[in-house]
């Protein structure tokens, strides 16, 4: 079933991969990164087939199994041997890792079997699980795509961040399985909460720097953070990508990679928190406090 699951997230991350470049090319070909857009320019989000960016060689169904032809090619394009670029891998990883790691946490969580074994049917079924993994796995990939978009173009893309803080903010009013008016209402005051939180402490440094500490797609990051963690784990999400962040900022300016003042993207870290809150933010809290 892990293998399943694994492979299914490896070929999820293989689309969003995809998907990053060609809304790259289509909202944003400014600047340095316009031959890139240019290179990888497609009609439309959904239609044509991928080729390699250097060659332009349509690439078969051999070059095009996520991780697998990667490691066979050895990070190579069979055409023009130019370098596929590492964040293929990379993110087809990631997101089998995270779907991975979803189902484990929902399984340990009351699972469909109470703690049993998941079957592949368990995640079409009608249950508390089959209704919690697919948003999950939703919210989780719109993560992997803000990390990526943010560190590699330095921006937030409204159309990836504003339905997922919608339906963050559904899945939450939601989540503890019981449908009832009453508990509806109790859960989404406190995800109100939560999001006003998230949002409003990146707003504020917001006002106060009028724009220089940080961006304005780190307020919606903030918002959906809020909204995926609810309250009041959305301060432990905080703290957690602050740690990352701090932790990550110190080693490059070990590394001699930055200097002290050069600013990292926010948003990025601000993802790896929310992850990391999102599938551990309970264990986290009771190991701490
Ligand atoms: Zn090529």
């Known amino acids: 079933m892990t293998a399943i699951i694994f492979v299914l997230g490896l070929a999820v991350g293989s689309f969003l991969n995809a998907y990053i470049w060609r809304l790259h090319a289509m ?7 316009g031959q890139l857009a240019a290179d990888h320019r497609l009609p439309r989000i959904w239609e044509g087939r991928s080729m390699c960016p250097k060659c332009r060689k349509t690439l078969r169904w051999l070059e095009l199994i996520p991780l697998v032809s990667f490691i066979i090619q050895l990070g190579r394009c069979r055409g023009c041997k130019a370098r596929i670029d590492i964040q293929y891998p990379l993110v087809e990883l990631a997101t089998g890792i995270l779907f991975v790691l979803s189902v484990w946490n929902l399984s340990s969580h009351g699972g469909p079997a109470s703690g049993g074994e998941i079957g592949i049917w368990d995640l079409f079924r009608i249950s508390d699980f089959g209704f919690r993994i697919l948003p999950q796995w939703y919210l989780l990939a719109v993560l992997v795509i803000l990390f990526v ?104 300016l070990a590394a001699g990679r930055k200097r002290f003042g050069e600013t990292l993207p926010l948003g990025t870290f601000l993802t790896v928190g929310a992850a990391i809150a999102f599938l551990y933010g309970q264990e986290l809290w009771n190991w701490y406090f």
Do not use: C
């Not at 909202?27 to 990164?33: E, H, I, K, N, V």
């Open 27 to 33: 909202t944003d070909s400014r600047g340095l990164s």
């Open 149 to 252: 978009y943010d560190l590699r173009f330095g921006l937030v893309p409204d159309r990836v961040v504003l339905p997922a803080i919608l339906i963050a903010f559904l899945y939450g009013m939601i989540r503890p399985g019981q449908i009832n008016q009453l508990s509806m209402i109790h859960n989404s005051l406190f995800m109100i909460l939560a999001t006003t939180v998230g949002a409003g402490f990146f707003a504020l440094q917001y006002y106060l720097s009028k724009g220089r500490w940080l961006g304005a797609g780190d307020i919606r990051i903030g918002a959906l953070m809020g909204a995926m963690l609810g309250f009041p784990l959305i301060f432990e999400g905080l703290a957690v990508s602050y740690f990352i962040g701090g932790a990550v900022g110190i080693g490059l």
